[in-house]
């Protein structure tokens, strides 16, 4: 039910939304996916994806940008080669079977001036992926496969709701709402680290799970029972992963 704002409310989760795209000559669809883009590079400092250069890159496939903002592909892939080509997203190739990386950047006051002034003198047909992106793309470090392949990770379970938050350092944890509410109830100490160690786990075994509520769960109640503090038992019984 809604209520008032109060001077102690707790705000909900919000992207990042600048203020510049208010009046900048761009599709709503596209400020919106700059504004999940952005969201997700602060996710990408936090977890150190940057280049050889040490500028932050993003790893977001296209069937995943289209669930986030209710899309269809074919309307995001416009949308990110609007982006493109005003300048606010690169996109660089990185082989086949891998995704692309996307850079967000942000304009400085000359670029923003442009982008609100007047209308973008062309804009990028929807071919994918555009011939602005770079090419021969150099990876410093091999990424994850659980952040690689997680956009077929949550078709796997066939338990996970289609409103489940991404978590997790590797982005393999899915968890509704609710049931991050009650693991802060249950677990108020120890539910972000169940969750951490959970993506660790699977992004290094391989393995997968029916319930990632569950699974936690489990865990942290054979712990408790255990009278241990944290996870130290990884073993998967049989039946258990898919």
């Known amino acids: 039910m809604s209520d008032y704002m109060k001077t102690d409310t707790k705000l909900l989760p919000y992207l990042p939304f600048p203020r510049f795209l208010l009046g900048a000559d761009l599709t709503q669809t596209a400020k919106v996916l700059y504004a999940v883009l952005l969201d997700r590079s602060n996710l990408s400092r936090a977890n150190g994806w940057t280049d050889e ?15 986030m903002v209710d899309k269809g592909p074919s309307t995001v892939k416009n949308a990110l080669n609007e982006l493109e080509a005003a300048g606010l997203i690169e996109r660089q190739r990185c082989g086949n079977g891998m995704p692309n990386r996307i850079y967000v950047k942000q304009p400085d006051g000359q670029e923003i001036d442009r982008l609100m002034d007047r209308k973008l003198a062309t804009r ?18 091999k990424l994850a496969p659980n952040k690689i392949s997680n956009s ?4 796997n379970l066939s338990g996970v709701s289609e409103s489940a938050r991404i978590l ?3 982005e393999n944890v899915f968890l509704t709402e609710a049931e991050v509410a009650e693991l802060q109830a249950d ?7 169940y969750i951490e160690r959970l993506s660790e ?19 942290a109640k054979e712990d408790r029972r ?14 258990e992963s898919l």
């Not at 255990?226 to 039946?239: A, H, L, N, Q, V």
Request: charged residues 25%.
């Open 53 to 67: 250069d040490g500028n932050i890159f993003v790893v977001f496939p296209l069937n995943k940008l289209a669930d």
């Open 124 to 141: 990028q047909p929807e071919s994918w992926p555009s011939d602005s992106q770079k090419t021969g793309c150099q990876i410093a470090r």
């Open 152 to 155: 077929n990770l949550r078709n």
């Open 168 to 170: 997790g350092r590797y």
């Open 187 to 193: 677990f108020p100490s120890v539910w972000q680290e």
């Open 201 to 219: 786990y699977m992004a290094s075994t391989g393995k997968t799970y029916k319930s990632h509520a569950a699974t936690i769960r489990r865990w």
């Open 226 to 239: 255990k009278g241990k503090g944290g996870i130290s038992d990884y073993s998967c019984k049989e039946g």
